[in-house]
């Protein structure tokens, strides 16, 4: 019995050995754990200052020439002839195409269609053989030397819209590039179909990169805050919901703030 007793009794301290190692193995792994998990984190803190915030609302729009006017046949008949190519420079007069109203057991002369304002041709000129009418556009003949940007604007946003507001324009051509533009003109009426309102906006100054029937990217600009404290966006963190802000202290030591921040 006594020896049985002395088996069991190295049993019973060789199973309590096992669970203290296990026990201090795991709180060691997660002591370690833990460690690993508390990195160094570098910060920058910079002094607040008051700048101008402003609004926006990013838009698409088409930039077209200012004054442009379509040109129509002054009789039926089918073309025989494009005198101009896409992109051309023309004068009041010049011949654009020739229109041939012939028909079937008839010979008519040529009519000639032509220019009625200086520009440039902004469509691509008809193909031989289109048979039109006196109501066929033709082509369109623009003045590039003066660019327009037409967007539309969602209507909850037309309380803000004024004449002479900034906007910064992009284009695909050029994306690294930025330009500016003013606007111009404000539809009076709100689309019923869409709900927006057709916007006109001019560009600040004439630049040879930029052509009639781009599409451009717009950031208008609605309203301005002037003398305003802000923060950039990155220092902004978010707490249950909330918007926090860390000071720095004398002391070097850091506080959490609450921050209200301007939605654009």
Request: proline share 3%; hydrophobic share 35%; charged share 25%.
């Amino acid at each position: 019995m006594r020896k049985n007793a002395k088996i069991t009794l190295f049993f019973v301290c060789c199973a309590l050995l096992f669970i203290f190692s296990s026990c201090s193995k795991e709180n060691l792994d997660e002591i370690s754990e833990e460690s690993s998990s508390l990195q160094k984190v570098s910060v920058k803190a910079e002094k607040l200052e008051r700048h101008t915030m402003r609004t926006y609302v990013e838009l698409n729009g088409n930039i077209i020439a200012k004054n442009s006017v379509q040109v129509f046949p002054n009789i039926a008949g089918k073309i025989v002839g494009s005198k101009v190519n896409l992109g051309q420079t023309v004068r009041k007069g010049d011949v654009l195409v020739l229109v041939d109203p012939s028909s079937l057991g008839e010979r008519y002369a040529l009519s000639q269609v032509v220019s009625p304002i200086n520009g440039s041709v902004i469509s691509i000129p008809p193909k031989n053989g289109l048979k039109v009418t006196s109501d066929t556009a033709l082509l369109t003949i623009g003045d590039l030397s003066a660019l327009e940007i037409k967007t539309y604007l969602p209507e909850k946003y037309f309380g803000s819209l004024k004449i002479g507001q900034k906007a910064e324009i992009k284009v695909e051509a050029y994306p690294e590039q930025h330009f500016f533009a003013t606007v111009q003109n404000i539809s009076p009426v709100v689309d019923e179909a869409s709900r927006t309102v057709e916007t006109i906006l001019k560009l600040d100054e004439c630049d040879s990169r930029i052509t009639a029937g781009m599409f451009s990217k717009i950031k208008l600009y609605l309203c301005e805050y002037e003398n305003t404290l802000s923060v950039k966006e990155d220092a902004i963190a978010d707490r249950n919901g909330k918007h926090v802000i860390f000071t720095v202290g004398a002391d070097g030591s850091t506080k959490p703030r609450n921050q209200r921040r301007n939605q654009r």
